[in-house]
């Protein structure tokens, strides 16, 4: 079975404090896996894909990378506006294009 | 600018009373997916379409149901059958070509009265 995990479930920084989040997955295939971000209320703001094992993909302050078993969500020097929950999903291979999303991790970074 | 609507932001539900909940998008994709979002869990399909006038249960369809007879429109109906319909609601799509993410609206969130 296609299934994500993300941990920590909950994180607190202080401004400026670097941390990575982790997404380990087990799928038969992999077309792809997402980084999304998601802030109270709203709806789920793409951030990042990536295909392939060691791909990495920048954005601010934001970096993500990818092994066969795992994607991390590196966060430097993080400011209070990096607060959101992050959420990761996968892409099995197939043609539904469905997606498998982790639980979330809460992100809160305080100045 | 091209995006997807969801409307309302907020429903309250009777009990025994049909809502739906509607999903509009201007981007030209042809797939749209329902998920359903509830505190502590990650997003769970609950019907998606990959064109008009087809579409195919997801992982929790039990209690709703859906019609696409727009490629713009992808309504859900949650009905009375679905006894714990309390949560926030998430409609994406996605378009052809390539390997790209699924675009999400900003959700409408479901309570019962």
């Known amino acids: 079975e296609d299934q994500v995990t993300q941990s920590p479930e909950a994180l607190r920084l202080q401004e400026g404090e670097s941390s990575s989040l982790n997404c380990s997955y087990t799928v038969s295939g992999l077309r792809g896996l997402f980084w999304y971000r998601q802030d109270p209320g709203k709806g789920p703001e793409f951030l990042f894909t990536?295909?392939?094992a060691g791909e990495e993909k920048e954005k601010e302050r934001l970096k993500a990378t990818l092994t066969k078993k795992e994607s991390f969500l590196h966060i430097t020097a993080p400011k209070p506006e990096d607060s959101a929950t992050y959420l990761c999903?996968?892409?099995?291979?197939?043609?539904?294009?469905?997606?498998?999303f982790g639980k979330g991790m809460k992100l809160t970074v305080n100045p | 600018d091209g995006g997807i609507t969801q409307s309302p932001k907020y429903l309250f539900r009777k009990e025994g009373q049909n809502v739906t909940l509607s999903c509009e998008q201007n981007l030209n994709h042809d797939a749209m997916y329902w998920y359903r979002q509830d505190p502590g869990q990650g997003l769970r399909l609950i019907y998606y379409?990959?064109?008009?006038?087809?579409?195919q249960k997801g992982d929790i369809a039990e209690g709703y149901s859906v019609s696409r007879e727009k490629k713009e429109s992808f309504p859900l109906t949650v009905t009375s059958a679905q006894k714990n319909p309390t949560a926030f609601y998430l409609c994406a799509s996605l378009g052809q070509g390539g390997r790209r993410p699924q675009h999400f609206g900003d959700g409408t969130r479901l309570s019962i009265l």
């Open positions: 999903a996968l892409a099995p291979q197939g043609g539904s294009e469905k997606l498998v």
């Open positions: 990536l295909y392939s």
């Open positions: 379409s990959q064109i008009v006038n087809d579409f």
